[in-house]
Nanobody, 123 residues
């Protein structure tokens, strides 16, 4: 398994922006497929975005398409989630996840998870 550390969460007003970062603790980061998930209080964890090892393929939940952008910098061993036009319903703990073989929305195919970072959007 890979250790993942998220950062960049915080409190922002509706319509604002935040950028989350995730830094895996492996040198072979470029071979990992990565994803972002979130979990709001009282709700199940849900898929947000995913990116292939090269960054050439990205996937998004319908609820964030056009507002969020997932990207990766393999030279810096970091992935990002740029979140724009934030809404109160985006409030959740956001988790970074890594998979050695899968890029997509099914959380059970990711075998490493970070501790999460809180994002709170006020109305």
């Amino acid at each position: 398994q890979v250790q993942l550390v998220e950062s960049g969460g915080g409190l922002v007003q509706a319509g604002g922006s935040l950028r989350l970062s995730c830094a895996p603790s492996v040198r072979t980061f470029s071979s990992y497929k990565m994803g972002w998930f979130r979990q709001a209080p009282g709700k199940e964890r849900e898929f947000v975005a995913a990116i292939s090892w090269s960054g050439g393929s990205t996937y998004y939940a319908d609820s964030v398409k056009g507002r969020f952008t997932i990207s990766r910098d393999n030279a810096k061993n970091t992935i990002y989630l740029q979140m724009n036009s934030l809404k109160p319903e985006d409030t959740a703990v956001y988790y970074c996840a890594a998979s050695t073989y899968y890029t997509g929305s099914y959380d059970r195919n990711y075998n490493s998870w970070g501790q999460g970072t809180q994002v709170t959007v006020s109305s």
